[in-house]
């Protein structure tokens, strides 16, 4: 009776996890694959498919457009990375992207009644999303609709929303802070030539020795208007 069991669980599995495989959809430029267990790299076209544990690279000037299951990666120039998972189970797209060098941009839609995991790891950092719009090179993440979770390789996991783009600091190996980054980005920019007008401009009398003119009720460094 356990054996049967065992067998009938075999089956069930067998039939509710399965692999699946990905498309070329378009190209331009130098686009390489390196099917599992390939020598060599062989030139890309539109229709190819491409299988778990293949890998792509893209030349300078050059793109790709993978489709897998219900996710879009867009493999922009100069990238190299392998499909580390595509498989189905149980109602879940699990799609795994480890990326080497460059930079891709994801778009991932959840199947109608379904999920989708999908996750890209680069030698620094791991993102891991369950349907949203993305941008990721080895270091920097920019969410364009949705929440990622990113990771970098210490420090926990941080949830980026759609705002600017946030990196993972390689001193500390931690994701650097969401509101810390778009209370930056809301700063007006620093008028050209000001801060190196304000590091090489003497200050009043140093030349000669004499004591700088007095402030009237400015603070110390700040400018007093009439």
Do not use: C
Request: without cysteine; glycine residues 12%; charged residues 15%.
């Amino acid at each position: 009776m356990k054996k049967a069991l065992i067998v009938l669980f075999m089956v069930w599995a067998g039939v509710s996890a399965f692999a699946q495989n990905g498309v070329i959809r378009n190209l331009a430029g130098t686009v390489e694959l390196k099917p599992a267990g390939a020598a060599a790299f062989s030139p890309a076209k539109a229709g190819d498919e491409v299988a778990a544990d293949t890998v792509i690279f893209t030349g300078f000037k050059s793109s790709a457009t993978v489709v897998v299951g219900s996710s879009t990666i867009l493999v922009r120039a100069l990238t190299r990375l392998t499909l580390t998972e595509i498989r189905e189970a149980q109602g879940t797209e699990h799609v795994g992207i480890d990326l080497k060098a460059g930079r891709v941009r994801v778009d991932v839609k959840p199947p109608s009644g379904g999920r989708a995991d999908f996750t890209v790891v680069t030698p620094i950092a791991t993102a891991s999303v369950r349907g949203t719009n993305f941008e990721l090179d080895t270091r920097n993440l920019r969410v364009h609709e949705g929440a990622v979770a990113y990771r970098g390789l210490r420090g926990g996991a941080v949830t980026v929303y759609s705002g600017p783009e946030i990196h993972v600091d390689l001193t500390s190996g931690k994701v650097s802070d969401p509101v810390v980054a778009a209370a930056a980005e809301l700063l007006p920019p620093v008028p050209a030539g000001a801060q190196g007008a304000a590091s090489s401009t003497p200050a009043a009398g140093a030349a000669t020795g004499a004591p700088a003119a007095p402030t009237t009720g400015a603070p110390d460094g700040g400018f007093q208007f009439d």
